[in-house]
């Protein structure tokens, strides 16, 4: 994940909107994804964007995408409890094959 | 829809054993599957890009006599970790591909005693 970069951790309360950042290179990207890893489990696709989007809305999760900058968001609406969990930012490329590059991955942690 | 199951989720073996693990892609085909192995606290590490009735692309450093990955059909790929050691111990996780969206499997926690 050495090309896709993202803070380790944030912690909001109960009801605040979270904000997760990510920062990628290869301008090429096709797609950007959002993904959520619970303890002991695998990934869960939470949202995508296409790189020719700036903005994509889905319930409570909102992407954003500054493509000028390379830089990827992820808000959580009224953040729960149970979105306490590790969310992946990954890039598709298509350069040399398919291949999906994930960041280190930003824990989330919801206090009560 | 676009279901990956992996089979077992746990398993634990002894040193120099050998121990598959099945992805199946449940109510799709994929013609390319991803094997990923995740340490504790870190990111996936991709090992492989398994391709149906081909053989499968290993990422530099991933002995692909070690992991051997068969992919024989639309929906299922395997990963067989031969001559297992403790360094083996590690979470794999597959992946299967749906046009340009991979999805994951639940992961495998394999441990070698």
């Known amino acids: 994940g050495e090309d896709v970069e993202q803070s380790l951790f944030l912690s909001v309360r109960e009801g605040d909107s979270s904000v997760i950042n990510c920062t990628y290179t290869d301008s090429s990207s096709t797609y950007l994804y959002w993904y959520k890893q619970e303890p002991g489990a695998g990934l869960q696709l939470l949202t995508y964007?296409?790189?020719?989007?700036d903005m994509k809305q889905d319930q409570r999760l909102t992407v954003l995408l500054n493509k000028k900058d390379k830089h990827l968001s992820l808000r959580i609406a009224d953040t729960q409890t149970g979105d306490s969990a590790i969310y992946f930012c990954a890039e598709s490329r298509r350069t040399g094959g398919f291949k999906t590059i994930f960041g280190a991955g930003t824990r989330l942690f919801v206090k009560a | 829809g676009a279901v990956v199951s992996q089979h077992p989720s746990r398993v634990i073996c002894k040193s120099g054993t050998s121990v598959k693990i099945e992805c199946r892609s449940l109510?799709?085909?994929?013609?390319?599957m991803f094997w990923y192995r995740q340490f504790p606290k870190q990111s996936l590490m991709l090992m492989a890009t398994?391709?149906?009735?081909?053989?499968?692309?290993?990422e530099q450093g991933v002995e692909k006599d070690k992991f051997l990955i068969n992919h024989a059909s639309l929906t299922l790929s395997t990963l067989t970790v031969t001559s297992a050691h403790p360094e083996d111990s590690s979470f794999y996780i597959c992946?299967?591909?749906?046009?340009?969206?991979?999805?994951f499997g639940p992961g495998t926690r394999l441990t070698v005693l």
């Open positions: 398994s391709n149906e009735g081909s053989k499968a692309t290993y």
């Open positions: 109510d799709f085909q994929a013609t390319t």
């Open positions: 964007i296409f790189s020719n989007m």
């Open positions: 992946s299967a591909s749906l046009g340009d969206t991979q999805y």
